[in-house]
């Protein structure tokens, strides 16, 4: 009895020691961001084409593939932590994870600061629900800048729309769970299917001929 229970104690302190160290949550320090910000456009340009990331992304960053997201234009932080999060596999994605296991940090700064640069195309729009204001608060480039709010959530405009949607979906039913702090679990799980599709319709590119 006694073993058993030992062994038990012994078993429920494995399991834990493996969660943790599968589970690597990103953490955002004031010098990631300075590294972020000292990125190199011509370094990434030269990086993305070696891990050809064109392959699946496209040449110029945008997307012809309903399930590929976009990159061009997309805010450099917020890439930086998905490549993290498909390296350390927080973020669950078998192309990607593949993309990302010989990149260091660095090499993934550089080349997020490249597609950044990019341009991106536009939203065309769709009906703009009244919690527009909300996602806009933590997503929308010109709202974010202008309140000064720490830049850390994905541009949404001009994405592809049935990513976006999937996006959401995946939050919403807890497939994708690597938001620190939960704040897109949360968000999601208020919004019903048809409002999911509305906003990836607002936020969103031209549908895609399939
Ligand atoms: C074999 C195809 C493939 C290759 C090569 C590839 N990607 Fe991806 N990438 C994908 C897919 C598919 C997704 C969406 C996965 C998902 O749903 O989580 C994705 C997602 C991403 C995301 C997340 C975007 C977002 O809005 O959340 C980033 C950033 C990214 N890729 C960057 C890169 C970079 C940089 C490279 C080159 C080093 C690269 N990818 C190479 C297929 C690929
Ligand atoms: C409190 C801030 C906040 C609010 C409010 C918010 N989001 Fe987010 N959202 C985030 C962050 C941060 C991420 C990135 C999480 C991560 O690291 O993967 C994200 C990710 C997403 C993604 C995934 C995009 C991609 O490229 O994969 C979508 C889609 C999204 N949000 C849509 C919305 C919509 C629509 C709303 C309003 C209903 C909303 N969000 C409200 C912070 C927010």
Redo the contacts with the bound molecule.
């Keep these: 009895m006694r073993y058993a229970l030992t062994l038990a104690i012994l078993f429920a302190g494995l399991a834990q020691t493996a969660a943790a160290e599968q589970a690597k949550p990103f953490e955002w320090t004031q010098e990631k961001f300075d590294s972020v910000a000292a990125g190199k456009i011509d370094e990434g340009k030269k990086l993305?084409k070696k891990?050809?990331?064109a392959?699946?992304?496209n040449k110029d960053g945008i997307s012809d593939d309903i399930?590929?997201?976009s990159?061009a234009g997309?805010r450099a932080t917020y890439?930086y932590k998905?490549?993290v999060d498909y390296k350390n596999r927080v973020?669950e994605?078998k192309?990607?994870f593949?993309?990302?296991r010989k990149?260091s940090e660095e090499q993934m700064i550089h080349?997020s600061t490249w597609?950044a640069s990019l341009e991106r195309p536009p939203k065309v729009g769709g009906e703009r629900l009244l919690v527009v204001k909300v996602c806009d608060s933590c997503h929308e480039k010109e709202v974010v800048e202008e309140d000064n709010l720490i830049e850390v959530a994905?541009i949404l405009s001009g994405?592809i729309r049935q990513y976006l949607e999937?996006?959401m979906q995946a939050f919403k039913q807890d497939e994708r769970s690597n938001d620190l702090f939960d704040r897109m679990q949360s968000v999601t799980h208020k919004l019903n299917d048809k409002e999911i599709k509305q906003l990836a319709r607002y936020y969103g590119t031209t549908d895609i001929e399939e």
């Design positions: 993305a891990f050809r990331c392959k699946c992304h399930e590929i997201p990159i997309q890439m998905q490549m973020r994605n192309d990607m593949k993309a990302m990149l080349i597609y994905p994405q999937n996006s």
